[in-house]
């Protein structure tokens, strides 16, 4: 098994999708905004500033590895049931149907399990007792 396979067959890289079609070199930031449901626009501003001030090699190094590493979403999406486009400002009144509902409340649903599973981890309640000896 190659290690990208290994990489991405659990854990974060699992859910995490590149969207080349909607992006603008490979759609990483795309699939960063959509995982942390950020603006896509945030996303961007972000990593080109870092790029900027810090040089190619960190941010350059990373955004190539978050490439090899992230499963093109554009194919995954072929294979799923297909995703909402992102709102804009005009349409936010417009009604949301029920196939469209139904994917949201699965997408928060998954985010709730991983927030659940992270607060009832043992590392979670070790980190809380550190904390007040600390205080």
Not at 63 to 86: S, T
Not at 111 to 130: K, M, N, Q, W
């Amino acid at each position: 098994m190659s290690i990208r396979k290994r990489i991405r067959s659990g854990g974060i890289f699992s859910r995490l999708h590149r969207y080349p079609r909607e992006g603008w070199v490979a759609g990483v930031c795309q699939g960063l905004a959509e995982f942390f449901d950020w603006n896509v626009k945030l996303i961007r501003v972000l990593f080109i500033l870092s790029f900027i001030v810090s040089g190619f090699f960190p941010v350059g190094v990373i955004y190539l590895i978050l490439w090899y590493l992230m499963e093109n979403g554009d194919d995954a999406e072929a294979r799923e049931a297909p995703r909402p486009r992102p709102r804009r400002h005009a349409e936010a009144a417009r009604p949301v149907g029920p196939n469209e509902l139904k994917l949201r409340f699965s997408r928060l649903e998954h985010r709730l399990r991983d927030l659940e599973a992270c607060v009832t981890s043992g590392d979670f309640e070790l980190r809380r007792e550190f904390r007040k000896l600390e205080s």
